[in-house]
């Protein structure tokens, strides 16, 4: 694709059937849920937490949505390219929320692409800016997850369903950051496996056309390489990307803690936990949902919660583990989804108005 071609947007179908998935699987989780727990019992716990610590919580959806938005404002630096604050602070919004939508967080980078084509920025800039603060994003989990071992490895081998997602979700991590690495320095290596791998699955007849795969799968090599030609040219800018992108895992990441905080009034018999480990638990949530395909990790991130959490919400005569579990994904979760909405919503009304305007 040249550089003044359009992005674009993606089938409307795809997402409906991404969005009516999500609305069943949350349906079927509360159903779970409620018929596993009293709702009236849950309802009356909630109720009652401190609102000041929840506001804050809800606050760093914002702060999350901010550094990646600054993230992405340094690489079209380091590319030359003057993006606003805003513009930057609306993409990160609308890749949060159809990644949130969508199965393994597939759609968030083509529908960013299409609102970036629209507000005049080329596909090659764009696509390499996602690809790039992918990459970035990836390694702050990776780090974040090595740390949250360390600190609470007694949670990821408390279960069995959390060894083992926790295991494959850094393997899958640890194997597309090397992917990116590989590809940017031993180039040919990486090009002579993918060829035999393609052709490989061309003939068990997973891949039809091995041509146009091959085709593909060296313009995406195309792109990581310039990436890590870029970030050689410009260490400065990746490194504050980089930092910026740990301030908005870490904001996301918190919310665990501050709904933690909030139930001290009413019960303080669960105090004891550090921020350190509230956080660590929000990592590895993280990392267990980042690889599998449903949207937003629905259903599967209610159960790690309530494996993660319940050492934390039911000791010294105290249950409150259903409360705080869903609280907790509320506000890290559903909250953020409706927000990052409404910026989506805002942000296509700005590009209708500009579309009639022209």
């Known amino acids: 694709m040249n550089e003044t071609q359009e992005v674009k947007k993606p089938g409307k179908n795809k997402y409906i059937l991404s969005i009516v998935f999500l609305i069943a699987l949350i349906v079927a989780t509360c159903v779970v849920i409620f018929t596993k727990f009293d709702i009236k019992e849950v309802w009356s716990v909630v109720k009652r937490v401190n609102i000041l610590y929840i506001l804050i919580g809800t606050m760093m959806i914002f702060v999350y949505v901010l550094f990646e938005g600054l993230a992405m404002k340094r690489v079209f630096k380091a590319m030359g390219i003057n993006v606003s604050v805003k513009d930057n602070f609306a993409y990160s919004a609308i890749d949060y929320y159809f990644c949130a939508v969508t199965p393994s967080a597939t759609g968030g980078q083509p529908i960013v692409a299409y609102y970036m084509s629209k507000d005049k ?3 090659s800039h764009s696509s390499l800016t996602l690809l790039l603060n992918t990459a970035l994003f990836k390694i702050v989990l990776l780090v974040l997850s090595i740390i949250a071992i360390c600190v609470c490895h007694e949670f ?8 083992v997602l926790y295991f494959i979700g850094f393997l899958i991590n640890i194997f597309l950051i090397l992917l990116c690495f590989m590809t940017a320095f031993k180039r040919d290596w990486v090009e002579r496996l993918g060829k035999k791998l393609i052709i490989f699955l061309h003939k068990i007849h997973i891949i039809k056309k091995p041509v146009s795969s091959i085709r593909l799968f060296r313009g995406k090599m195309d792109e990581y390489e310039e990436g890590a030609n870029l970030i050689k040219q410009n260490p400065k800018q990746f490194t504050i990307a980089l930092i910026d992108n740990f301030v908005q895992r870490i904001a996301l990441f918190s919310v665990g803690y501050f709904v933690y905080i909030s139930f001290f009034k009413m019960y303080p018999e669960i105090k004891g936990f550090n921020y350190l480990e509230l956080l660590s638990i929000q990592v590895l949530v993280s990392l267990c949902v980042d690889s599998l395909p449903l949207p937003g990790g629905v259903g ?4 790690l919660y309530l494996l993660l959490l319940g050492s934390i919400y039911q000791q010294n005569g105290v249950d409150i583990l259903a409360s705080a579990m869903i609280l907790t994904r509320v506000v890290s979760f559903y ?3 409706i927000i990052t909405g409404i910026i989506v ?3 296509q009304i700005m590009v209708i108005r500009m579309s009639k305007r022209s």
Do not use: N
């Not at 990821?156 to 060894?163: E, K, L, N, W």
């Not at 599967?300 to 159960?303: A, D, F, H, K, P």
């Open 300 to 303: 599967i991130s209610e159960v």
């Open 345 to 347: 919503v805002c942000k």
């Open 156 to 163: 990821v081998f408390s279960h069995p369903i959390i060894i």
């Open 121 to 123: 920025i080329s596909f």
């Open 335 to 337: 909250i953020p989804l």
